[in-house]
């Protein structure tokens, strides 16, 4: 081993291992079958179709979460109707906590979609405030003396009397 260079390295000569793409069709295939596809429709079919169906599920799942969603705020109403009949000894019934607003988001669109949505209200919401507080300087510019000040004067400061 003297004199030759020893690398953890694999050599530059030597190729990456070719990939198989009849292994990744076959591996992918149990996951479309789940998805609804047929044998003839991921073996025969356009290769297009796979992209519909990916769209589809996601596509189910947002109408799955949507609909769990409200079933979840039908039974917390159920409950919560319940609530003025229990009993707790002596204490004061504790405030519910507020139920989801809206679905969780289950994929990425949804997410952006709610991040866009929060993003637009916090913008809106700072618009408003600055909308506000310029109004509230200018009716105070109105109301008082030039420099914006309601009617007191550098020597009312300094001359007590």
């Not at 050599?11 to 990744?24: A, L, R, V």
């Not at 618009?127 to 200018?138: E, S, W």
Request: hydrophobic fraction near 30%.
């Amino acid at each position: 081993m003297e004199g030759q260079q020893v690398s953890l390295l694999p050599s530059e000569e030597e190729d990456p291992p070719p990939i198989s793409y009849t292994k990744i069709f076959r591996d992918q295939f149990p996951y479309y079958i789940h998805l609804g596809m047929t044998y003839a429709e991921y073996w025969q079919m356009d290769c297009e179709l796979v992209r519909a169906y990916r769209k589809a599920y996601e596509y189910k799942q947002e109408y799955d979460n949507s609909q769990l969603w409200l079933q979840g705020l039908y039974i917390y109403k159920a409950i919560e109707a319940q609530r003025p009949g229990w009993v707790f000894y002596g204490k004061k019934a504790p405030k519910p906590e507020k139920y989801l607003e809206k679905p969780i988001a289950v994929t990425k669109e949804m997410r952006q979609q709610y991040i866009d949505d929060q993003t637009k209200l916090m913008a809106e919401q700072f618009r408003a405030a600055f909308h506000k507080r310029n109004q509230n300087l200018a009716e105070q510019q109105e109301g008082g003396g030039e420099d914006g000040r309601s009617g007191s004067t550098d020597t009312d400061i300094r001359d007590p009397s």
